[in-house]
């Protein structure tokens, strides 16, 4: 939750939230800031464990059902898109990514927190080793991928970027949280 407040609060104006799932992000966007939240799943039952109250959050509110493969929204749309600890569970991470660039502003926002590769090489074995197991339990989540790279390679460039070990045990733990711009 530590990470979550340090990046939601940066979405301004129109915003998408990709993976939404039960609405952890809720309570650390800026009412002040964002005039309306589109939150977009493709698991309405985890939506539906949400146990926040949409009418109080200060700005309108709209769920899709949908993957991030496809986002059902106009090109040139949103001012923030916001990612936390989805990127590792979505299969075809480049078309998400060019789905989250199409729908955003060409000045628009992309901001992150994910977890992934870790850099030490002992760490990162036993990542390989438990990531297929891990995926399976995890409802996809894939603990080795380079989120910076990730995001580089598929149409962004990187603003800000922060990395550390959240508290935990290290092969889930490697976060990097920050923002980036449409190339």
């Known amino acids: 939750m530590k990470q ?7 979405a301004t104006g129109r915003v998408l939230e990709i993976g939404i799932g039960s609405g952890l992000n809720l309570p650390f966007y800026n009412n002040q800031n964002v005039k309306q939240l589109t939150a977009l799943d493709p698991y309405e039952a985890l939506w539906q464990e949400n146990n926040i109250a949409i009418d109080d959050l200060g700005f309108d509110f709209q769920f899709i059902k949908a993957s991030s493969e496809n986002i059902p929204e106009d090109n ?3 001012d923030s898109a916001v990612i936390t600890y989805t990127l590792c569970s979505i299969d075809d991470v480049k078309k998400a990514l060019h789905e989250i660039k199409r729908v955003l502003k060409p000045n628009g926002m992309l901001i992150f927190c994910e977890h992934g590769k870790a850099p030490d090489k002992s760490v990162e074995r036993v990542q390989q080793l438990i990531t297929p197991i891990w995926k399976r339990l995890g409802g996809g989540c894939n603990l080795q991928k380079d989120i910076p790279k990730i995001i580089t390679n598929n149409g962004f460039k990187i603003n800000d970027l922060k990395t550390m070990y959240i508290p935990g045990w290290k092969p889930i733990s490697y976060n990097f949280w920050g923002t980036a711009r449409p190339n």
């Open 76 to 78: 040139n749309t949103f």
């Open 4 to 10: 979550r407040e340090k990046v939601v609060p940066l």
